[in-house]
């Protein structure tokens, strides 16, 4: 096992050298572009400072504004990840959970921090980058195995991240190994690692250095790609009808307890998988070997700014690397502006040493303290006799050089015209319509848009390696996982749930190892943004609505603009407007405003219409009633004639055998039979009559009630006898 890790440790050194040395004069200028913006006094830091030593070193930092403009739109556009089903093996329901739990993921881990350090980094110095990492859902809670997702921060990536040479891709898919390089702190080394630091070598030379810098110690963080050849297990299970695919170095024991459970699984055979190994390093060994990590793609995601390939070379840069030199000779000329300024400020008289005997304090602290006006002494002349005489002469103040001038209004426009810091929203005037307001904000956008779109693409394939991942750690079926929607409200979603759709057909959602998802990463606003231009807008129909006289669509339209508003004190008022949405049919209502409307439904009073409707039913009802009572009245009417008949026609065939005399009765039964099947059609037909006159005296009723709701006070009940 040592002599394995020596030699992953023995590869890992000389791959790294391979892969730094012809990229180390790119990462240092990438790190003098981040300290030029960031660092106060760092525009003058190497050869170009040792010329300013003793002069004024004036920063007039408009790179930083064109820093800070990008910045801002990033703030304002955030770039989201959205994961969306493809094929029929994959369902709508398990996408949305997967757009929550990376949406949580993010939130409960900060990785918005994270993403905000690469973009910042990328748009300044050319490079920046994060990582993923899979840590425990609960550290402290020994019987929890279940895992999360993490997205960490990478500071310094110039001076931290480097692949191997053959990696050729915008997202490092094609690379084979990575190596990250951490700094720890020596005390924190030394508790962790029982055994004696060695920094990791890395050969970048700075020529600028800070004073005091913190202790500690580099490492690096190794990852490498390896195929590994593993069993493939199909297995189904005959009772619930569902399919399942394991593979793994542990697949065979986890299919043995399966079978336990009912499921069968078929012949292993063997597939190649893509597998990325972890270890920590120091300079002199293999630290910790910290085995596979989930997922199948190495989780370190680049951000950059501009990036292209030059000579077989991968070269990047930032905002910052076009605009150092205008920016040094504009601070260059404005310091010697000031130089000048503070040297002589105004004339200076000459004066003879006897002139100033006595008074050179005076004399030199007079601009600093303002004096009002300088003593001279009297000059004595060779006879005894004094003579007061003023300066012998004056030294003019120097003046400011043409070029001087020149270089200052070319370095600005210059600066302006390549970094585009200058906000042409500025140069529109006062009482001008919004939309000449927001193409002027357009152009200014366009310094954003190159640096917006490559971290678009950064996103886009942070959410693959997240999706990666995802198929390894959220695979407990029945575990219950937190989710996050695009407002910020929570939830819960259990994993492998069975459900049954609208077809009635049994499916299950929320099962990452069914079918195939692909990522889509885009620019948009914030939600407070978008949904402030949606009540604009709306607004803006309403207006329109309503001077062509459609109130109906005018009303629909504020509804909607009230609904897309945020303030203080508009929670009631949201509600109520709400419960108009729904009324009219403009909203969806949900399963709790569904219930509450039925549980209203019942509770209301009935209107005097609706009471009248019931009359009439129940008046229908008595009607019916009283038909079906007539038929079965016609009906044992029948039923006692062919009792009669089939008596009659017993009698005369008794008679004529002579069993019977004619005073015989053998039919007796019969006719009470008959007897008894007109007694209760008669007693249903009076049961229906009296129905049928309640219901008309209900009618009546209502019609009365009707009548005094109608008239109100003028109904006579309503009189007072005089």
């Known amino acids: 096992m040592a002599d ?97 739990i990376f949406r949580a993921d993010m939130y409960r881990c900060n990785g918005g921090q994270a993403v905000d350090t690469a973009f910042y980094e990328a748009s300044a110095g050319g490079l920046g980058a994060l990582r993923l990492v899979d840590v425990l859902e609960d550290e402290l809670d020994p019987e929890n195995e279940y895992k999360r997702i993490d997205i960490e921060q990478i500071v310094d990536a110039d001076q931290s991240v480097w692949w191997d040479g053959n990696a050729k891709q915008f997202d490092k898919r094609d690379a084979t190994c990575c190596w990250v390089i951490t700094a720890m702190a020596r005390t924190a080394f030394e508790r962790t690692y029982s055994t004696n630091f060695s920094d990791w070598p890395i050969n970048t030379e700075k020529p600028f250095y800070d004073w005091f810098t913190p202790d500690v110690v580099k490492i690096a963080e190794y990852y490498e790609v390896e195929t590994v050849s593993v069993d493939l297990y199909l297995l189904t299970h005959p009772l619930i009808q569902k399919t399942m695919v394991i593979k793994g170095e542990d697949a065979a024991d986890e299919v043995r307890e399966l079978k336990r459970s009912g499921w069968r699984a078929k012949a292993p055979r063997k597939v190649k ?97 303002r004096s009002p006006y300088r003593l001279i002494n009297p000059i004595v002349q060779a006879d ?118 609208e077809s009635g057909r049994f499916k299950v959602i929320n099962d990452l190892s069914r079918g195939r998802y692909m990522v889509i990463s885009d620019v948009t606003e ?12 709306m607004l803006n129909v309403a207006s329109a609505a309503g001077a062509v006289g459609n109130n109906e669509f005018a009303n629909a339209a504020i509804i909607t603009a009230v609904l897309n508003m945020d303030g203080e004190g508009m929670t009631e008022f949201k509600d109520w407007t709400r419960k108009q949405a729904l009324a009219l049919g403009l909203a969806k209502p949900t399963e709790e405003e569904m219930q509450a409307a039925q549980q209203e439904q019942e509770q209301r009073p009935p209107t005097p219409e609706q009471q009248m ?10 009607s019916a009633a009283y038909k079906a009572a007539q038929a079965q009245t016609e009906g044992a009417r029948t039923g006692l004639v062919q009792a009669q008949t089939m008596e009659a026609v017993a009698n005369a065939e008794a008679m004529a055998k ?16 008959a007897q008894i099947a007109e007694t209760e059609a008669r007693t249903e037909l009076l049961r229906a009559d009296t129905r049928h006159k309640g219901a008309q005296s209900v009618k009546a009723l209502h019609e009365a009630g009707s009548t005094v709701a109608a008239l109100g006070p003028a109904h006579p009940m309503f009189q007072t006898r005089q």
């Open 4 to 100: 394995k890790l020596n030699d992953v440790h023995a590869r890992a050194i000389e791959g790294f050298s391979l892969a730094q040395e012809p990229t180390v004069e790119e990462r240092e200028m990438a790190l003098r572009d981040r300290r030029f913006v960031a660092i106060a006094g760092a525009q003058y830091e190497g050869s170009w400072g040792e010329q300013f030593i003793n002069t004024p070193r004036i920063e007039i930092d408009k790179t930083g504004l064109g820093m800070d403009k990008i910045f801002r739109d990033y703030q304002a556009n955030r770039i989201t990840v959205d994961f969306r089903p493809v094929g029929d093996a994959s369902s709508e329901e398990t996408a949305d959970m997967l757009d929550g």
């Open 384 to 501: 005894g006799s004094t003579q007061s005489q003023g300066p012998v002469g004056n030294i003019n103040p120097t003046t400011v050089p043409p070029v001087t001038g020149t270089l200052l209004q070319a370095m600005s426009g210059f600066m302006d015209e390549i970094g585009n810091a200058q906000d042409a929203s500025k140069e529109v005037k006062s009482n001008v319509s919004a939309q000449a307001m927001e193409i002027a904000a357009q152009r200014t956008d366009s310094i954003s848009y190159s640096y917006m779109d490559n971290a678009r693409q950064s996103m886009r394939w942070l959410g693959e390696i997240y999706l990666s991942k995802a198929r390894e750690i959220y695979v407990e079926e029945g575990r219950t996982v937190e989710t996050l929607g695009e407002d910020g409200e929570r939830g819960e979603l259990v994993l492998g749930q069975d459900v049954v759709d």
């Open 613 to 622: 409707a019931q009359a009439k039913a129940q008046e229908l009802q008595a």
């Open 658 to 673: 002579g069993d019977i005399t004619p005073n015989a009765d053998p039919l007796e039964q019969v006719s009470k039979v």
């Open 273 to 369: 998988q893509r597998k990325v190994h972890k270890y920590i390093m120091s300079g002199a060994e293999v630290l910790e070997d910290c085995g596979y990590v989930a997922g199948d793609r190495i989780p370190i995601v680049m951000f950059y700014g501009k990036r292209l390939f030059i000579d077989n070379m991968e070269r990047t840069s930032g905002y910052v690397r076009k605009l150092v030199d205008p920016q040094r000779v504009l601070n260059m000329q404005v310091s010697q502006l000031v130089e000048i300024a503070s040297i002589t400020p105004a004339e200076v008289p000459i004066v003879t040493p006897e002139q100033i005997a006595g008074h050179e304090l005076a004399w030199a602290e007079g601009n600093i303290n």
């Open 526 to 537: 914030q939600t407070a943004t978008r949904r402030d231009k949606t009540a604009r807008t």
